[in-house]
């Protein structure tokens, strides 16, 4: 499967644990986007990472939430100490090159992460 | 700031007419304008984009959407509805200078037998 791949499709966690979120691009895509989908709304950006870089990280809450995508294996998306808010489908998009040519993100099935 | 608005939650059509999903946009530099599907429990599937060029632009299964200008809307459009269609649509722009996509709410097309 060449697609984005993410894991796991499920994730409970009870307020307070860890959240782990790992995406996989497509193969020779370096480019890696991060939304969040509330019910019955559209998707709100979170943070855009290159290999090794946050290049754009503006809707990202600026506590317990963190992003990497590193040299070597997956984005993760990590969210301590979860709250009920947190409840959610994470979705994660790949591009071969950046935001800014245009080149349409092709998106993971999703983590649909449940808080208790 | 970028900004994009889908006036309608929901879109009944039955099937064989023609339908329309109406989107609208804000943006400061030069719009750049995507549409996607989303499937129950799937991600987002792109099925068109206009940057630069005609203002109808063709996409997949059919879709076409219409890129006006003077009233800044890109419509997503489609001659004749399937069952099949049913899903959550998504429009998106992109501001020119920026990175980053910014997407509707979400419209549901709901095609009746």
């Known amino acids: 499967n060449a697609g984005v791949m993410q894991n796991p499709r499920h994730l409970v966690r009870r307020r307070g644990q860890e959240a782990r979120l790992r995406c996989s691009p497509m193969k020779g895509h370096s480019h890696v986007y991060w939304y969040r989908q509330l019910p019955e709304e559209g998707l709100k950006f979170m943070v855009y990472l290159q290999k090794e870089n946050i290049i754009d990280e503006s809707g990202m809450p600026k506590e317990r939430f963190s992003a990497e995508f590193p040299k070597e294996g997956p984005s993760i998306l990590r969210i301590q100490q979860v709250v009920r808010g947190d409840s959610a489908a994470y979705f994660c998009?790949?591009?071969?090159?950046?935001?800014?040519?245009?080149?349409?993100?092709?998106f993971g099935d999703g983590t649909r992460l449940s808080i208790l | 700031a970028q900004s994009v608005a889908q006036p309608e939650d929901q879109v009944n059509v039955a099937e064989g007419n023609p339908l329309t999903v109406k989107c609208t946009y804000s943006v400061s530099g030069n719009p750049y304008l995507f549409w996607y599907v989303q499937y129950p429990n799937r991600g987002l599937q792109f099925l068109l984009k206009?940057?630069?060029?005609?203002?109808l632009v063709k996409g997949s299964y059919g879709f076409e959407a219409e890129f006006n200008k003077s009233q800044t809307s890109f419509h997503l459009k489609k001659p004749s509805a399937l069952v099949s269609d049913s899903a959550l649509y998504f429009c998106a722009v992109r501001d020119g200078g920026d990175d980053k996509i910014i997407f509707g709410k979400g419209t549901r097309l709901h095609i009746l037998p």
């Open positions: 998009a790949s591009s071969p090159i950046g935001g800014r040519n245009n080149q349409p993100q092709h």
């Open positions: 206009y940057i630069t060029g005609d203002n």
